[in-house]
């Protein structure tokens, strides 16, 4: 069964930090560019940030670079979600998503994924 699995989402003040994990299940992520993207109540679903499958190009939503970082950790087959200096305004619920893309050296931030985790809570309030 192929699976994704995202943690690492919790409660936090403005200014603190968070790192999520999208895990998989099933398939190797190595061979698929990974997207994260999130929620909030009442708006529609945005790209964050994704990663390519061959060279690991980055891209990033103008309101998250320079304070977010997308990584690979390929021992864990996951990749990371590091987030620094977090506002309010990125409380939403945050999914992971795998696909791949004709294009290898890169990726994409709209919702042509193939798989999808359910998602993690992160609420930035003080």
């Known amino acids: 069964q192929l699976q994704l699995v995202e943690s690492g989402g919790a409660l936090v003040q403005p200014g603190g930090s968070l790192r999520l994990s999208c895990a998989a299940s099933?398939?190797?992520?190595?061979?698929?560019?990974i997207g994260w993207f999130r929620q909030a109540p009442g708006k529609e679903r945005e790209g964050v940030s994704c990663?390519?499958?061959?060279?690991?190009?980055?891209h990033y939503a103008d309101s998250v670079k320079g304070r977010f970082t997308i990584s690979r950790d390929n021992t864990k087959n996951a990749v990371s979600l590091q987030m620094d200096s977090l506002k309010p305004e990125d409380t939403a619920v945050y999914y992971c998503?795998?696909?791949?893309?004709?294009?290898?050296?890169?990726?994409?931030?709209?919702?042509?994924?193939?798989?999808w985790g359910q998602g993690t809570q992160v609420t930035v309030s003080s």
């Open positions: 998503a795998a696909g791949r893309f004709a294009l290898r050296s890169t990726c994409v931030m709209t919702n042509d994924y193939d798989y």
């Open positions: 099933g398939f190797t992520l190595d061979y698929y560019a």
């Open positions: 990663i390519s499958e061959s060279i690991g190009s980055t």
